[in-house]
Nanobody, 124 residues
Framework: VQLVESGGGSVQAGGSLTLSCGVS????????LGWFRQVPGKEREGIAS????????YYDNSVEGRFTISTDTAKNTVSLQMNSLKPEDTAVYYC???????????????????WGQGTQVTVS
């Protein structure tokens, strides 16, 4: 399974960015896709996840109401629309996918087995 993020960059506070993640490989066994972020010196944190069929999404309190996660099964992508960005949203953002028999909460690291390389988002 390979995941490749795109769409990161620099934006002013209050602005918007959309991150995309292309998913390829043995995707048939996945059920959940997610977005995490990490700043230096801190643990990677889950901010949004969604079932591949789109039936349910989960958000961390820090982004709920500002970020929207979505999937496009035809294109095998998962996107994160980020609005009303704040300086504290500055981080490296990673997309992730779970694996068969994965356990853990929808925003927990232990739930996810496959990771992208990350894309930097800077809000000033």
């Amino acid at each position: 399974v390979q995941l490749v993020e795109s769409g990161g960059g620099s934006v002013q506070a209050g602005g918007s960015l959309t991150l995309s993640c292309g998913v390829s490989g043995s995707t048939y066994s996945m059920t959940l896709l997610g977005w995490f972020r990490q700043v230096p010196g801190k643990e990677r944190e889950g901010i949004a996840s969604i079932y591949i069929d789109g039936r349910q999404a989960y958000y961390d309190n820090s982004v709920e109401g500002r970020f929207t996660i979505s999937t496009d099964t035809a294109k095998n992508t998962v996107s994160l629309q980020m609005n009303s960005l704040k300086p504290e949203d500055t981080a490296v953002y990673y997309c992730a996918a779970d694996a068969p028999l994965s356990t853990g909460a929808p925003l927990s690291i232990k739930r996810f087995a496959f990771w992208g390389q990350g894309t930097q988002v800077t809000v000033s």
